[in-house]
């Protein structure tokens, strides 16, 4: 019997104000880790899907359950300003993966 794995991660980044001083490491992070994500997937044979959630004042979704492989680098998209709303931020992603897989058809990138 052949098991077709499908891994979610989810990103739920801080973009308030505090984290101005160091956006271009929160950047580079972020891109080194979907290389690492992408490589594994192909490593492991395994489809990995992965949704970007971001947050200061507001929440935004960035991306929503789209494949690792498809998946583009968050310069240009990034931008620390506003308070801190993490709470929402985690809570928004909890509640939208909960939901059926095709109910976001997001891409803002």
Do not use: W
């Not at 489809?47 to 979704?61: A, G, K, M, P, Q």
């Not at 929503?64 to 929402?88: C, E, F, S």
């Amino acid at each position: 019997m052949i098991q077709n794995y499908i891994n979610h991660i989810v990103f739920v980044i801080d973009a308030s104000g505090s984290m101005q001083k160091i956006s271009r490491e929160v950047i580079d992070v972020f891109n080194k880790q979907v290389t690492y994500l992408a490589k594994r997937s192909q490593e492991v044979n395994q489809e990995t899907r992965v949704s970007v959630y971001l947050f200061n004042d507001t929440v935004t979704c960035l991306i929503y359950d789209m494949d690792v492989m498809r998946l583009p680098k968050l310069n240009g998209h990034y931008h620390a300003r506003g308070g801190t709303a993490l709470i929402d931020g985690v809570i928004q992603a909890i509640l939208d993966l909960k939901k059926p897989p095709n109910f976001m058809e997001i891409m803002r990138f």
